[in-house]
């Protein structure tokens, strides 16, 4: 299930990408002046808020069920590998709890994720350290990926110029982006993982 719903974030990241696109090439057909009348105007500009609010709903959503869906999994697995005989530094809640800790998440899920591919190491033989590295490649990108994402929320005041609007535009494009390259190496990872743990 963790696979496939990494697959619908990538979609919906790429979805996202072409609104954000859209917005982009909307500001920068303002700053040059490319439209005839204001009722031109407005209405590209709804469109593309439109195209924008959507997508970026349909990315919450999916983003949301990829989390809850990842905290089962984490739990699920750490009691697993400690069924296995593998000791983990943390149970199984605490594992799921430490994603809600503000600020020291980074550092604790880190700790966590570390703990898991270590009993993974060395109770599943076929998880080879290539495939950890695509998991641990995958955490790097979607951490960068959160603040990132949390850029984006800043907003040009209402006498701000258009090129601040442009540029706002054009690193939510590039964030957009960078979203789907990071849940690229998700649908990777997860799918060595699916394939290396199905015994456990």
């Not at 990241?13 to 031109?40: I, Y």
């Not at 594992?95 to 998440?105: E, K, L, Q, Y």
């Amino acid at each position: 299930m963790l696979f496939g719903v990494s697959i619908a974030a990538v979609c919906a990241s790429v979805l996202t990408l072409f609104a954000e696109l859209s917005n982009f090439q909307f500001w920068l057909d303002v700053k040059n002046a490319s439209f005839t009348s204001e009722a031109e105007l407005m209405s590209r500009a709804t469109q593309a808020d439109d195209f924008t609010s959507s997508a970026n709903q349909i990315y919450f959503l999916v983003y949301l069920t990829l989390f809850i869906v990842f905290l089962v999994w984490c739990n699920k697995m750490t009691k697993n590998l400690n069924d296995l005989g593998y000791q983990t530094s943390k149970g199984s809640k605490w594992v799921v709890g430490s994603f809600f800790i503000p600020i020291a998440n980074f550092f604790l899920v880190f700790g966590s994720i570390k703990d898991l591919l270590t009993g993974f190491g060395r109770h599943v033989p076929a998880l080879t350290n290539d495939r950890q590295k695509a998991l641990k490649m995958w955490w790097i990108l979607i951490s960068i990926s959160t603040l990132l994402n949390r850029a984006t929320y800043w907003e040009p005041n209402a006498d701000a110029a258009i090129e601040q609007y442009l540029n706002l535009a054009g690193f939510s494009a590039f964030v957009a982006l960078f979203n789907a390259i990071s849940f690229g190496f998700g649908v990777k990872a997860f799918k060595q993982l699916r394939d290396s743990t199905k015994r456990i």
